[in-house]
């Protein structure tokens, strides 16, 4: 399976944009990209995820680079509550029937009041 | 909506004895993961049903740990012999059986083995 490489921390001040980045560079044409969070306590909540287009949604928005082998999920103005790790996560749809996730250790956001 | 529910949320047992925890998945979702994590670490695929077709069980650990899922709804998780490395926080999630659909998360269920 390709991996993905996350920094391992992030901090980020209350109410401001946040970027969070994921290399993927051995990224395959059948992969999406697809992030999820795990608040403390809780189990992983899906984020977002597209495949070579940005992505918008109620929660981030993804911006996904034109070779594929990078992409950054955007929270547009964090809270306290954003404090998250925030997994980025490849899916090849090419292997429907064996769709388990493969977390890796992700980058733990820490929201600034 | 409902979301996937799990039960119980904390499980404290003795070695050596048995556990079961219990996953109820959104109803219409026809497919089911189960996954755990340790302290500090990552999430860890399980076992996989999907549907009426032979679960993937590649995740698990050892052969102390079985999971079912009876009438293609609820599923339990049963890990017998408890060591005390079995201790992690065990996750359900389930999802439409359709290509790259986004899975749900239950809360898990804490399990301390002493």
């Known amino acids: 399976d390709a991996k993905t490489t996350q920094p391992n921390s992030m901090e980020s001040n209350e109410e401001e944009p946040v970027h969070l980045p994921c290399n993927h560079s051995t990224i395959s044409g059948t992969d999406y990209i697809h992030w999820y969070r795990q608040l403390p306590s809780q189990g992983p909540e899906y984020v977002i995820h597209g495949l070579t287009s940005n992505v918008n949604n109620r929660m981030a928005s993804l911006a996904i680079a034109e070779d594929r082998k990078s992409s950054t999920l955007i929270l547009h103005r964090a809270t306290l509550r954003d404090a998250a790790v925030y997994y980025c996560i490849l899916r090849d749809v090419e292997g429907f029937g064996n769709e388990k996730l493969t977390f890796g250790t992700g980058t733990r956001l820490t929201i600034i009041p | 909506g409902a979301g996937v529910s799990q039960s119980p949320s904390n499980k404290v047992t003795e070695k050596g004895k048995d556990v079961e925890l219990r996953c109820d998945p959104i109803?219409?979702?026809?497919?089911l993961y189960w996954y755990r994590q340790s302290l500090g670490q990552g999430l860890e695929f399980l076992i996989y049903?999907?549907?009426?077709?032979?679960?993937?069980k590649s995740g698990l650990p050892s052969d102390r740990f079985s999971a079912e899922r009876t009438g293609g709804s609820v599923s339990t998780l049963t890990i017998q012999r408890t060591q005390q490395e079995d201790s992690a926080v065990y996750l359900c999630?389930?999802?439409?059986?359709?290509?790259?659909?986004?899975?749900?998360f239950g809360d898990g269920t804490r399990l301390s083995i002493l």
């Open positions: 999630a389930s999802s439409l059986q359709v290509s790259n659909q986004p899975q749900h």
């Open positions: 109803s219409g979702h026809t497919a």
């Open positions: 049903f999907q549907g009426n077709s032979a679960p993937d």
